[in-house]
């Protein structure tokens, strides 16, 4: 018998006793076996065992899922890193997405929230790199593969689902991992002005991924399109901050959202005359925010003003004196947050009033 076949009998052997396991130990027994005897660089077998490890993000046992999920998409990334290394980037990188998002967004509706969780940091990625290949390869091509243009749809309703969670009632972890899946999104659909506006450098290097690249033109995306739905984004998580909507939400989701919020202002300038007035005008320590950490509230406003204190970019703030801006942080006691606060308001209440910017 070929090694191929002991090898495929064996693995068939790990599936089928993972599957009448009775127990959660003796599951992920079998699946760790199996996952140690898959070989993730084997086309044949991934694409043969793969399907048949979806079987089990229905299991009963909350663990199971979870470890299924989280390595269901390591097989992927492996997948994709080798043909990267390999210098074969093209159609085989989608292979599998067809039927890993479905999945994923299935798993969103699970009750273990450690299982959600990991499937939006899986989905977080996924997005990202499949965002990043359809835009290369329009760049180059009318024709967009098949596969390509299936796995954007399935990503684009996977961040349908994402969204319905992230601004959903509640405060649980995936909630908190699905505002920052829109904050990636942002990022993701607006033009990073320290970017590099084409997919290649002067010396032929790989540089980071920018949206700006589409301003060549793109048969499925257009960059105004996307923008236009980042600022909707950003208008989502702004209102979540104002006042009719503030005092429901719980202390990590509020840092969370500031955390979000000025991290865009400061990497993505376009909104920041957007995003600062509505931080400036938090006040955690009213009884509108109840049972809110006030010192974490704190902390998490004067980090994002410090943050915010580091950009210069020109369109960061129309009408804005910027020596205004960085004098908080060289005229306040920077240990004491309120006397922090206290001060940033009071240095911008003397600036102009700062417009609302579409991005």
Not at 89 to 102: A, H, Q, R
Not at 217 to 237: C, F, Y
Not at 320 to 341: C, G, I, K, R
């Amino acid at each position: 018998m070929s090694m191929a076949a002991t090898s495929r009998e064996k693995l068939a052997s790990l599936l089928n006793a993972a599957k009448l396991a009775s127990d959660i130990p003796s599951k992920l027994e079998s699946l760790r076996q199996l996952r140690h005897e898959l070989p993730p660089e084997d086309p044949v077998l991934l694409t043969e065992f793969l399907p048949s490890l979806f079987f089990f993000h229905s299991d009963p046992f909350g663990p199971v899922r979870k470890f299924v999920t989280e390595y269901t998409f390591s097989l992927y990334l492996f997948a994709v890193l080798r043909l990267w290394m390999l210098g074969e980037i093209g159609l085989k990188n989608t292979e599998f997405l067809s039927d890993i998002v479905p999945v994923l967004i299935e798993v969103l509706n699970d009750d273990t929230p450690a299982v959600v969780r990991q499937a939006l940091l899986c989905g977080i990625e996924l997005f990202r790199s499949t965002l990043e290949k359809i835009v290369v390869q329009g760049l180059y091509s009318s024709d967009l593969d098949g596969a390509l243009e299936s796995a954007w749809e399935w990503t684009l309703k996977f961040k349908e689902k994402a969204y319905s969670l992230a601004f959903q009632y509640g405060s649980g972890g995936a909630k908190l991992l699905a505002l920052k899946f829109v904050e990636a999104v942002v990022r993701l659909y607006t033009p990073d002005p320290s970017g590099s506006s084409e997919p290649t450098s002067h010396q032929g290097k790989p540089v980071e991924f920018n949206i700006s690249w589409l301003r060549r033109g793109h048969p499925v995306l257009n960059i105004g399109d996307l923008k236009i739905e980042a600022s909707r984004s950003v208008g989502l998580l702004l209102d979540q901050l104002r006042f009719s909507n503030v005092k429901s939400l719980s202390n990590s989701v509020i840092i969370v959202l500031i955390k979000s919020l000025s991290a865009i202002a400061n990497e993505r300038p376009a909104f920041y005359g957007r995003i600062l007035p509505v931080l400036l005008s938090l006040q955690p320590s009213s009884s509108v925010v109840n049972g809110f950490c006030v010192s974490a509230a704190h902390l998490a406003l004067k980090n994002a003003f410090l943050t915010c204190s580091k950009c210069t970019h020109p369109s960061a703030a129309p009408g804005w004196d910027t020596t205004e801006l960085v004098y908080p942080t060289s005229h306040a006691d920077t240990n004491d947050p309120s006397t922090y606060l206290h001060t940033c308001r009071l240095s911008c209440s003397t600036t102009p009033t700062i417009a609302y910017n579409d991005a």
